[in-house]
């Protein structure tokens, strides 16, 4: 039951902030919550209703939630929870670099206004866009071969024109939860909780450890397409195989310390995947000696 009941709540959570769209009301934080987290937490809401909106807010609300008094979950566990999620709810796309930069100029109104110049893929612009218009965008340019073209783009507000650039591009955040990058995002937060879940019951010791893989995933461009690729080998190959009990892996804390220093900005993952192939070899080997004893 603890299965189907964790995917229960995945779902409900991959909805919410679709059906509490029009509750506009600040979403408050239970009292159980213990302080410490309610602060962090409490600045989450905050930076997360100006980076979407409440409903999404209430969504990361709802989400921590899930972990309050659970099992295994201490103070510390779940403020790393509360904070790493609120950092991955916060992605840094294209809105959010000119919402980022509007607020600097807001703050600092009267600092020298240097231009900001940020590197993107193609693929990584056309995404924040809502997935009708952006499908069909990213197919020419997978037809064109330019994908993964990077380009320059200029965050300035040196001058109105600059500005008002940046105003269009931050009321984007409208539609982008209609986006492919929102989507793929929202299901990403959604299974890494679920990892957390079945570490728990699985394995406690290595819960710890499968929160910290979020930090993993950061940035833009082609650093966060490296970092979300190795996350899913790491996952995929070590901790889901050792959740289901297809490998053993007594010690799967270890093993993802182990794997994460491996791990280089290398899009062919070459050294990832031997050490991965490493650790499989020996959690092996170790479940063939158990059964032969």
């Given at each position: 039951?603890?299965?189907?009941?964790d995917?229960?709540?995945?779902?409900?959570?991959?909805?919410?902030?679709?059906?509490?769209?029009?509750?506009?009301?600040?979403?408050?934080?239970?009292?159980?919550?213990?302080?410490?987290?309610?602060?962090?937490?409490?600045?989450?809401?905050h930076?997360?209703?100006?980076?979407?909106?409440?409903?999404?807010?209430?969504?990361?609300?709802?989400?921590?939630r899930r972990?309050?008094?659970?099992?295994?979950?201490?103070?510390?566990?779940?403020?790393?929870?509360?904070?790493?999620?609120?950092?991955?709810?916060?992605?840094?796309?294209?809105?959010?670099?000119?919402?980022?930069?509007?607020?600097?100029?807001?703050?600092?109104?009267?600092?020298?206004?240097?231009?900001?110049?940020?590197?993107?893929?193609?693929?990584?612009?056309?995404?924040?866009?809502?997935?009708?218009?952006?499908?069909?965008?990213?197919?020419?340019?997978?037809?064109?071969?330019w994908?993964?073209?990077?380009?320059?783009?200029?965050?300035?507000t040196?001058?109105?024109?600059?500005?008002?650039?940046?105003?269009?591009?931050?009321?984007?955040?409208?539609?982008?939860?209609?986006?492919?990058?929102?989507?793929?995002?929202?299901n990403?937060?959604?299974?890494?909780?679920?990892?957390?879940?079945?570490?728990?019951?699985?394995?406690?010791?290595a819960?710890?450890?499968?929160?910290?893989?979020?930090?993993?995933?950061?940035?833009?461009?082609?650093?966060?397409?490296?970092?979300?690729?190795?996350?899913?080998?790491?996952?995929?190959?070590?901790?889901?195989?050792?959740?289901?009990?297809?490998?053993q892996?007594?010690?799967?804390?270890?093993?993802?310390?182990?794997?994460?220093?491996?791990?280089?900005?290398?899009?062919?993952?070459?050294?990832?995947?031997?050490?991965?192939?490493?650790?499989?070899?020996?959690?092996?080997?170790?479940?063939?000696?158990a059964?032969?004893?």
């Amino acid at each position: 039951m603890g299965v189907f009941a964790d995917v229960r709540e995945s779902l409900r959570y991959l909805f919410a902030d679709i059906i509490g769209e029009q509750d506009d009301s600040i979403p408050h934080l239970p009292a159980e919550f213990p302080e410490a987290v309610a602060l962090v937490a409490g600045e989450a809401i905050h930076l997360l209703i100006e980076y979407q909106g409440t409903a999404y807010a209430r969504l990361y609300v709802d989400r921590l939630r899930r972990f309050v008094g659970k099992p295994g979950v201490d103070e510390a566990m779940l403020l790393e929870i509360a904070r790493l999620m609120a950092m991955r709810m916060s992605y840094e796309d294209a809105i959010r670099i000119a919402q980022l930069k509007l607020l600097e100029l807001e703050a600092y109104p009267d600092t020298p206004r240097a231009d900001d110049i940020r590197k993107l893929r193609l693929d990584e612009m056309v995404e924040a866009l809502p997935a009708v218009v952006a499908e069909p965008v990213l197919d020419v340019l997978n037809w064109l071969g330019w994908v993964r073209k990077r380009v320059s783009i200029h965050f300035s507000t040196a001058n109105r024109f600059s500005i008002r650039r940046l105003k269009i591009e931050a009321a984007l955040k409208r539609w982008r939860r209609y986006s492919i990058r929102y989507s793929r995002e929202r299901n990403w937060v959604e299974r890494w909780l679920h990892m957390v879940d079945r570490a728990l019951a699985k394995q406690p010791a290595a819960a710890r450890a499968v929160v910290d893989t979020a930090t993993m995933v950061q940035g833009h461009g082609d650093a966060y397409r490296h970092g979300l690729a190795d996350w899913h080998a790491i996952i995929d190959e070590l901790a889901k195989p050792t959740f289901e009990g297809t490998l053993q892996l007594p010690d799967l804390a270890g093993a993802i310390a182990e794997a994460r220093s491996a791990a280089m900005p290398d899009p062919r993952q070459a050294a990832l995947k031997r050490k991965i192939a490493e650790i499989r070899a020996r959690g092996t080997s170790r479940g063939a000696d158990a059964a032969a004893e």
